[in-house]
Structures are given as structure tokens and as C-alpha cells.
């Protein structure tokens, strides 16, 4: 028999009554029964009942058994009575009746419990991760990371594609976040850069003519943290195909997500059409550039019910330059109880409030109730009502002004309405294509224009394009917004040099910057490069949608916390004085109590 085991937790069956068996595993609980001790037994495959009753020479050793100690338990297979059968794990027919038992690993006092369901501070769960990793939710969640990693590489060989590795250590590059610096202990004073993206290297290697190519890629890119974000690092299947346009990259990856999703979506309705939505209507009709179509609310423009009318607020505000009124339509939503709820809710969010309109049956038809409707008149309340399609029993609400001032907030207010209100559906993957992002965008502040997006998108009409005002070029950029994510981001690639130069002079770099930071590249670019693009698909946030979590450190291993920390292994750490020493550096970091210390000599 083997040292450690015969069978897993998870094999063993009727077929396997009266044979000798060795398990290994985790002690997941000791019960005791009227002097009869059950001690469940939990491997990686899952769950074994084994017993042991005075009778059994190891009755002693099963006694001193707790929580979390591995062992190694020798027994003979039994048949549960029918009347104790447990349904609920495939081993629930039979148990093992303990002979002998071996600890591999006693532990000690556990800071959380792996047996049950216990919420702990996240704080405690990531410092002991290894314990946290040992519970039945987490063991499911990444295994289904596995599965899904598995899954699009398999998905991608059968698209035609080969999987290469790009290096690690690399230049810095301006790919929209801060890099990771590493310093060199052969050249000092310089530093490579952990890759944000293997964005460079997957173009050169259509350059080098290998036309299919992805990657499971880690990414490194030193961000500030979300829910939905990790501050360090993070896996992306990575993608770059040769002699295309944007709509080949979407029919190549839509079957490849479609799949992915239908097979471990756990039934959920995974949505056949995915509708191409440029930035600007995304905007204008979701506030945000990753909607969740899950939410059928589609904002839209009134500005010409309120210009001239009675409500003066909105009335003098669209008198300025550039401003309009949004109205979010909230089916359902008619009762001055919920028109009052969201107006509070606009308050805790900054704002005064929100103008509302709610509809109601009357003697002899329907009215129109609120403050907006006595101030702006019948007429205008009806046209309002009849632009966004409502009746009795639905409201509207209001918000003004410069749209990149409010669009976001009325995104998030969009997506309250449809929470409130039962609209959004919870079963249902919905995505879109998110198109025609600019590329170029304006600091309110400096006034300088700068890359919206990718620098090394091609722009929409080439050359010309970049003639005229660099706020109007769209670039061949595109996302894919799954349920108010972004699931996929990627471009069609600038292959041609002085387009690039061109490119990268209306943002302010000379040519002598763009050959210094990307000469690699552009020096490629001279030698015959190919029409190419492709994209990125994030996976520890798909397989977060998939997990139907809502925070990406459920989903990762061993994560950083919110701080950027990784408790476990106690990173960031001091370097020691002879590490820096190799690497002629010197810290010149003011401690708290140094700068404490300089503000009161200031003060």
C-alpha cells in the first residue's frame, strides 16, 4: 500500500465495502456520538466519514485528533446504515472504521475556521491565506480559475493561434498606469520595468511574421485598488493577429468568450447579440464607457423641454455654452416614496439633489406630480413623458450641466434605479463592444492634450485625421463591457512610422522622445510590418463575473490587500544596507515621524 494513501476523500463507494484503505487529508471536524468519535476527513476531492468506537485500536490517537491536523488514517471500508446515508457528498453511502492513524502535521490554535461558513475581516483571511484556501468556497473558486485558463488556451489552439512568452523584465512604457521599476545591478543608476502589457513585444512579433499569437500573460502595473482591480499585478489572455480589421478581432474572440461563459457561467443566460456602442452613446445613454445592459434604462437628452421654461434651474443653466439635461427614465419608479429615496440618494453622493417627475392615474386620465412638473407645465411634462415612453406609475429624474461634470453620477444613479426597482436582470451575461473611442483627450487644468487611450492605436482616417482638431480624431479602439465591467480592451495598431511620429507629436512627444522610448518598435515598423491589432481579455475579472463575486481578491490565489500589501509574505519589505549597496542606491524616504517632525519646525 502506498505510503500515504490508497484512495482519495472522494473515491471510495459501496463497490469498496470490507477493503483496507489509507487516507490522507485535513481533519475537517471530530464529533463525538455517545462515545462513538466520527472524524470527517477532507482532501483536495472532498469528504470521507471515518469512525472509531473503543473497540478500535486506535480509539486513543482519534481522541487527541483536532481541527486542521493532516493525518493519515488506515481503516476498513463500511456500508452506512440506509437510514444515515448522506445524499450530499458522493462518499455518503459508505464510511471507514479507523485502525491506525499517523499525524503528518498537528496544527495549532487556527485563527478562522475552515470548517463552516464564517465571515472573517479580510485583514485575518489574507495574512493566514493558506488556512483561508483551505475552505470548500475558495478550494471551488480556483479550481474554476484553472478551468477557465485551460479552457482559452484550448479555446485559442483551436482558433488557429500558438501561445509565445515575452520577457518579464523590459523597458518602461506609457501604457496608461505607473510602472514597476527594477534596478540594475550591472548598469547603475538604470532601471528595467516590470511590463505593463506585453503590448511591444506582441507587435513585434507580427513584425516577425509569426501572424496568430497568445499569451496567459501577467501584467504588472503599480495602480490604485478596486474592487474590481488589483494594485500590482494581474493575468491577461493577450492576443495579436496579422492582415486584420477591427471586425475580424471581434469574430475571432466573441466565440472564444461565448464559450468560456456558457460553459462555466453555472446556466446563467449568456446573451447571442452584442451590439457594437460607440463611446459617445455609451456615454450619453449608460454614463460610463462599460454599461451593464443587464439594466434597460437608456438615458436620454431634454434640454429642449427645460430651455425657456419654468424651472429656472435648469432653464439659466442651459444657457451656458455646452450644457444639457438628462433625463434617466425609471419605469415602475412613480411614488413620491422612491422619487424621495433617490433624491437623498443624490444628496449623500455631493449633489443638491435630483429633479424628478413621477406619473400617477387621475380622475380622467393621468398626471404628472413633483416639483418639475408645476414649474415646466403640462405641455412640456407631457412631452417629456412621451419622448421617453413612460406612463402611470413611472418617474424621471433630472441632471444638468457640462456632461463630463455629471455623466458619471448619473451612471451610478442609472445603475440604483434599476437595482431599486427589480429591473436588472441577475441571470444574464450581457456584453458589448464599446467603439470609436477618441484618441486624444484635454487636461481641464493645463489644457494639454494628451492620449485618451492606447498611444499605439491607428487613428481613424490615418494621416488626415490628424490634421485637425485632435479632440475629433476616433481612434480604431475598442472594449468589451460585460454586466458594467470592462471585460476586453484592444485596438487596431499603428504600423506605420510617420503616422506614429504624426500620432505622438499632437500629444506632445517629439520624434526624438518616441525613437528614444519605442526605437525597438519603430525601427521595426521600417522593415515591412504588417496591418495588425488585437486585445487583451482581463482574467481574474472574468473569472470574478463568473464566481459571481464582487471583489477580484476572492478570485486570486494570494492577493495584495487594499494597501497594496501582501500580508503573508510581508511585502513591501526594506531592502537591506547591502542589497542597496549592490545596487548603488541609496533610500531617501522621510519616515512618518521625520515629517511629523519637519510640519511643527514649519509651523
Not at 75 to 102: C, M, Q
Not at 186 to 207: D, I, N, S, T
Not at 393 to 410: S, T, V
Not at 479 to 505: Q, T, W
Request: aromatic share 10%; net charge negative.
Amino acid at each position: 500500500m502506498h505510503r500515504y494513501r490508497s484512495h482519495t476523500c472522494a473515491d471510495l463507494r459501496p463497490e469498496h465495502v470490507g477493503q483496507e484503505v489509507r487516507l490522507a487529508g485535513w481533519v475537517h471536524r471530530v464529533r463525538d456520538h455517545g462515545g462513538i468519535l466520527f472524524v470527517d476527513l477532507r482532501d483536495h476531492y472532498g469528504i470521507t466519514q471515518c469512525l472509531a468506537d473503543p473497540d478500535s485500536p486506535a480509539f486513543a490517537e482519534v481522541e487527541r485528533l483536532r481541527a486542521e491536523w493532516c493525518v493519515r488514517l488506515d481503516g476498513v471500508v463500511k456500508a452506512r446504515d440506509p437510514s444515515l446515508v448522506n445524499p450530499k457528498i458522493p462518499t455518503g453511502e459508505v464510511e471507514v472504521f479507523v485502525r491506525a492513524v499517523e499525524v503528518l502535521g498537528p496544527a495549532g490554535e487556527l485563527p478562522l475556521q475552515v470548517f463552516g461558513d464564517q465571515d472573517y475581516p479580510e485583514e485575518t483571511r489574507l495574512r493566514f491565506r493558506f488556512l483561508d484556501l483551505r475552505r470548500e468556497s475558495m478550494q471551488r473558486k480556483m479550481v474554476l480559475r484553472s478551468d477557465v485558463v485551460r479552457h482559452l488556451r484550448e479555446a485559442m489552439w483551436g482558433e488557429g493561434f500558438r501561445e509565445y512568452q515575452t520577457p518579464i523584465i523590459t523597458a518602461s512604457s506609457p501604457e496608461g498606469a505607473r510602472d514597476f521599476l527594477v534596478p540594475s545591478r550591472l548598469h547603475p543608476g538604470k532601471f528595467y520595468a516590470l511590463p505593463q502589457a506585453p503590448q511591444q513585444f506582441k507587435q513585434l512579433l507580427m513584425v516577425s511574421g509569426f501572424d496568430r499569437y497568445f499569451q496567459i500573460a501577467p501584467c504588472f502595473r503599480d495602480e490604485d485598488p478596486r474592487a474590481d482591480r488589483s494594485p500590482t499585478d494581474f493575468y491577461q489572455l493577450d492576443m495579436e493577429m496579422s492582415f486584420v480589421e477591427q471586425e475580424d478581432v471581434f469574430a475571432t474572440m466573441e466565440p472564444v468568450i461565448r464559450g468560456l461563459f456558457e460553459r462555466f457561467g453555472g446556466g446563467r443566460k449568456v446573451d447571442a447579440d452584442w451590439p457594437r456602442i460607440s463611446y459617445r452613446d455609451a456615454a450619453l445613454w449608460y454614463g460610463t464607457d462599460k454599461p451593464d445592459l443587464r439594466n434597460p434604462i437608456r438615458m436620454q437628452v431634454v434640454s429642449e423641454h427645460f430651455r425657456g421654461s419654468g424651472f429656472k434651474v435648469f432653464a439659466s443653466l442651459l444657457e451656458q455654452e455646452g450644457t444639457e439635461v438628462r433625463a434617466i427614465p425609471a419605469p415602475g419608479g412613480g411614488s413620491r416614496a422612491f422619487c424621495d429615496r433617490m433624491n437623498a440618494w443624490a444628496q449623500k453622493e455631493g449633489l443638491p439633489g435630483m429633479g424628478y417627475i413621477f406619473w400617477r392615474e387621475a380622475e380622467g386620465g393621468m398626471e404628472a406630480a413633483g416639483p418639475v412638473a408645476k414649474n415646466i407645465g403640462p405641455e412640456r411634462t407631457e412631452a417629456i413623458r412621451a419622448q421617453l415612453g413612460l406612463g402611470a406609475g413611472d418617474a424621471a429624474f433630472f441632471l444638468g450641466g457640462h456632461p463630463e461634470r455629471f455623466e458619471r453620477i448619473a451612471g451610478r444613479a442609472r445603475v440604483v434605479i434599476g437595482d431599486e426597482l427589480g429591473l436588472t436582470e441577475t441571470d444574464r451575461f450581457a456584453f458589448a463592444w464599446i467603439v470609436d473611442f477618441p484618441m486624444y483627450e484635454k487636461d481641464p487644468e493645463t489644457g494639454k492634450v494628451d492620449f485618451s487611450h492606447n498611444p499605439f492605436s491607428m487613428p481613424q482616417g490615418g494621416m488626415e485625421a490628424l490634421a485637425g482638431d485632435p479632440l475629433a480624431v476616433l481612434g480604431f479602439q475598442y472594449d468589451l463591457a460585460c454586466n458594467g465591467y470592462e471585460l476586453v480592451s484592444g485596438a487596431i495598431r499603428n504600423h506605420k512610422p510617420e503616422i506614429m511620429f504624426r500620432a505622438f507629436e499632437v500629444a506632445g512627444y517629439g520624434r526624438e522622445e518616441v525613437e528614444r522610448r519605442f526605437g525597438g518598435m519603430v525601427n521595426a515598423f521600417r522593415f515591412g510590418a504588417p496591418p495588425h491589432g488585437g486585445c487583451a481579455m482581463g482574467i481574474d475579472r472574468a473569472v470574478m463575473l463568473l464566481a459571481g463575486e464582487e471583489n477580484i481578491r476572492e478570485v486570486i490565489l494570494f492577493p495584495m490587500n487594499q494597501r497594496a500589501e501582501d500580508l503573508l509574505m510581508g511585502a513591501p519589505s526594506e531592502p537591506t544596507p547591502q542589497q542597496l549597496r549592490e545596487l548603488g542606491l541609496r533610500v531617501a524616504v522621510e519616515r512618518p515621524r521625520e515629517r511629523e517632525a519637519a510640519d511643527r519646525a514649519e509651523a
